[in-house]
């Protein structure tokens, strides 16, 4: 059960992550 829960919260964190660091790089790349 641990190990479930474990996994979706890295499934979560990547959900969370992928756009923020999608805007930081299109942020990045029009300052650029």
């Given at each position: ?26 942020k ?5």
């Amino acid at each position: 059960m641990s190990t479930l829960l474990n996994h979706s919260g890295l499934l979560l964190a990547a959900l969370i992550s992928a756009p923020v660091f999608y805007i930081g790089l299109s942020k990045t790349r029009i300052t650029q």
